[in-house]
């Protein structure tokens, strides 16, 4: 069993900043990403900002300069700062874990979402 404990969403105004943060536990050998995706009504989900356990981060162009990956290993967490936020960022954002579990299968499991709404 994997659970995914995401946090953080809610109201905010343009220009304003947000924190998620999704932490991991349970049968996990190792992680291979983690990452934030977001789904806005009507549209199909898509990648907001992925990190791996490598060190590197890939973000979509829609965010690149306003938002930040990072991850605390240690804690097996990763955070999504969300800086300079406009409407169009409203979506609801889901983490996404990429790991080997107990038996060293690669799996990937979703996170439930939490809402962002950026609105005046």
């Known amino acids: 069993q994997v659970q995914l404990v995401e946090s953080g969403g809610g109201l905010v105004q343009p220009g304003g900043s947000l924190r998620l943060s999704c932490a991991a536990s349970?049968?996990?050998?190792?992680?291979?990403?983690m990452g934030w995706y977001r789904q806005a009504p009507g549209k199909e989900r898509e990648l907001v900002a992925v990190?791996?356990?490598?060190?590197?981060?890939n973000y979509a162009d829609s965010v690149k300069g306003r938002f930040t990956i990072s991850r605390d290993n240690a804690k097996n967490t990763v955070y999504l700062q969300m800086n300079s936020l406009r409407p169009e960022d409203t979506a609801v954002y889901y983490c996404?874990?990429?790991?080997?579990?107990?038996?060293?299968?690669?799996?990937?499991?979703w996170g439930q979402g939490t809402q962002v709404t950026v609105s005046s």
């Open positions: 996404k874990l990429d790991y080997k579990n107990v038996y060293r299968f690669t799996r990937v499991y």
């Open positions: 349970g049968s996990i050998f190792s992680i291979n990403a």
């Open positions: 990190s791996t356990t490598g060190g590197s981060s």
